[in-house]
Nanobody
Framework: QVKVVESGGGLVQPGGSLRLSCVVS????????MGWYRRAPGKQRELVGT???????NIVDSVKGRFTISRDNAKNTMYLQMNSLEPEDTAVYYC?????????WGQGTQVTVSP
């Protein structure tokens, strides 16, 4: 059974940075295409970016240049580095596969950007 556990969220001021982590178990992580997603208050969950098994990264336009994704296959972990955070980035952040058929969603990690 696949399990994902997100961590690293918190309260940060506008312009600040956070690094989120996603630990994955139950799959061969090194060949998994993964993604970060977020759900802002009152909105649907949306894609933030993806990372392929070969490390290629795609970031959505709304956060491109501020967010980046990386992975450490030895640790079965994916990261989301978020810089120049804005109040609009406030959301619960989740990780999951990039494939259509998703794993069971984790609880996510709350990111709040506020003065």
């Amino acid at each position: 059974q696949v399990k994902v556990v997100e961590s690293g969220g918190g309260l940060v001021q506008p312009g600040g940075s956070l690094r989120l982590s996603c630990v994955v178990s139950g799959i061969s992580f090194r060949i998994a295409a993964m993604g970060w997603y977020r759900r802002a208050p009152g909105k649907q969950r949306e894609l933030v970016g993806t990372i392929a098994s070969d490390g290629r990264v795609n970031i959505v336009d709304s956060v491109k240049g501020r967010f980046t994704i990386s992975r450490d296959n030895a640790k079965n972990t994916m990261y989301l580095q978020m810089n120049s955070l804005e109040p609009e980035d406030t959301a619960v952040y989740y990780c999951n596969t990039d494939l259509v058929h998703k794993y069971a969603w984790g609880q996510g990690t709350q990111v709040t950007v506020s003065p």
